[in-house]
């Protein structure tokens, strides 16, 4: 089967960028939904994230990316190293398992990477 162009909002590990309260803060410059992620995010990370960091133009797309997205997230390293768009450009996607940890979670991200 052929593969098709993913879209650039959709993260290395399939995500869907446009879906998450960091981009959509960024684009609509929300304060208050970057404090209330910052919060959250801070709670279930157990890490100190601030309004500020909540600031994010897509993993795949130029433009500002949180702490997280530009410097700490495996699989976005994983992909640049290898020079993939998304883990699914990867041949050993199916087997990785930080990339199973996402899909388990998200029948999206799966459907995403399937492209």
Known sequence: MERTAVSSMIGCCGLD???CDAYIATINDDQALREKTAKLWS???????????INCAGC???GVKT???ESLCEMRKCARSRNVATCGDCAEWRYCPT????IANS???LRNLEH
């Open 60 to 62: 795949r797309a130029d």
């Open 43 to 53: 709670e279930l990370n157990n890490a100190p994230i601030l309004p500020e960091h």
């Open 67 to 69: 702490v997280f997205c």
């Open 99 to 102: 990339v199973g940890a996402i």
């Open 17 to 19: 960028c446009e879906k």
């Open 107 to 109: 029948p999206a991200a």
